[in-house]
Nanobody, 120 residues
Framework: QVQLQESGPGLVKPSQTLSLTCTVS??????????WSWIRQPPGKGLEWIGW???????NYNPSLKSRTSISRDTSKNHITLQLSSVTPDDTAVYYC????????????WGQGTLVTVSS
């Protein structure tokens, strides 16, 4: 069974860079047919897709966040990493690591999510 676990600081100061890691177990991040996404949900708001990295290491980002976002991977550790720079309080949200199943066209595994608060 595939499991995704987000980790990282729960508090980040404004203007700093938010860094989160998604540890994947039970499956390889290089397996064909799966993209690895970051999605967030600000308090009281809907889900927002941040971006993904695919099984080949190609990335795609939400245009509204692209200038501040970097998603990378470490295949030796089976990790996916999110970095979001120049954060503001508007970036406060629960951040989720999610697997997209290309063949089925749906998200099939979610991490439990981690709350990141941007505050001085």
């Amino acid at each position: 069974q595939v499991q995704l676990q987000e980790s990282g600081p729960g508090l980040v100061k404004p203007s700093q860079t938010l860094s989160l890691t998604c540890t994947v177990s039970g499956g390889s991040i290089t397996t064909n047919d799966y993209f690895w996404s970051w999605i967030r949900q600000p308090p009281g708001k809907g889900l927002e897709w941040i971006g993904w990295i695919d099984y080949n290491g190609s990335m795609n980002y939400n245009p509204s966040l692209k200038s501040r976002t970097s998603i990378s991977r470490d295949t030796s550790k089976n990790h996916i990493t999110l970095q979001l720079s120049s954060v503001t309080p508007d970036d406060t949200a629960v951040y989720y690591c999610v697997r997209w199943w290309v063949h089925e066209g749906r998200y099939d595994h979610w991490g439990q999510g981690t709350l990141v608060t941007v505050s001085s």
